[in-house]
């Protein structure tokens, strides 16, 4: 089955400090990745996504590159901010049972938190 | 993209109780779904709702505990039933957004933070 794999946390950054959560998958076919921001008492605000190999997503700074030969999606930023402070969780989007269904799968998510 | 909105934000319930979810979306999707998050847990999925069938459930999960309404496509409903203390937890609303043919990306609504004693 589909399975994705991110550094446990936490994880406690200086402000302006230099961001890297690893994330590896394991699917069939080819799916596509996402990676979801959850603020402190909010929901799941999609935070970037790439759909096939070597596409890179980006937003607000941060970026994301689907590497199918290493089967990762690592989550990096150059200079993280006091606002950056959330959980981030990695997942993959891919058909299962042939049926025009399909299953996101989530990692277990990794809390950051960034000290001024 | 979607905008979800749910009802309530929050709510505090008493053991044995049950309590209404309710999911509202900006434009017509086929495909909700519901989850649950407990404390410091990533996300489980409850039930896949389609307009017009049955909901879906996972393994775990069950109708008479979690049944769910889908009148329309921008509408959907969670009830979680008879709750107990376990049940605290997140529970959230997604939609898949369907591009060239295929679901392209899932968004997500605010969740529901429930508390029972």
């Given amino acids: 089955g589909n399975s994705v794999t991110q550094m446990e946390g936490p994880v406690t950054l ?23 921001v959850q603020y402190p008492g909010e929901g799941l605000q999609l935070l970037l996504k790439a759909t096939k ?3 890179k997503g980006s937003n607000k700074g941060f970026e994301a590159t689907y590497r199918k030969e290493t089967t990762s999606f690592h989550l990096e930023k150059g200079s993280v901010q006091v606002s950056d402070s959330a959980v981030y969780f990695c ?15 989530f990692g277990k998510g990794t809390k950051l938190s960034v000290i001024p | ?15 044995g109780t049950s309590l209404t979810i309710q999911c509202q979306v900006d434009s017509q999707v086929t495909m ?18 389609n307009q017009g069938s049955e909901a879906t459930y996972e393994s775990g999960f069950v109708i008479d505990k979690f049944p769910i309404s889908r009148p ?8 979680v039933s008879n709750m107990s203390p376990e049940d605290s937890s997140i529970y959230l609303c997604s939609v898949g957004v369907v591009a060239s043919g295929r679901t392209d990306t899932q968004y997500f609504g605010p969740g529901t933070r429930l508390t029972v004693l």
Wanted: with cysteine; hydrophobic share 35%; aromatic share 14%.
């Fill in chain 1, 14 to 36: 200086s402000e302006e400090a230099f961001l890297t959560i690893n994330c590896t998958y394991t699917a069939t076919g080819y799916p596509s990745l996402f990676w979801y």
């Fill in chain 1, 53 to 55: 190999a070597d596409d």
């Fill in chain 1, 91 to 105: 997942a993959l989007l891919s058909a299962y049972s042939g049926a025009g269904s399909y299953q996101l799968t």
């Fill in chain 2, 1 to 15: 993209s979607a905008v979800i909105s749910q009802k309530p934000s929050r709510d505090i319930c008493q053991r």
């Fill in chain 2, 32 to 49: 909700m779904f519901w989850y649950r998050q407990q404390p410091g847990q990533s996300l489980t999925l409850i039930a896949t709702a």
């Fill in chain 2, 72 to 79: 329309n496509l921008t509408f959907s409903t969670l009830t």
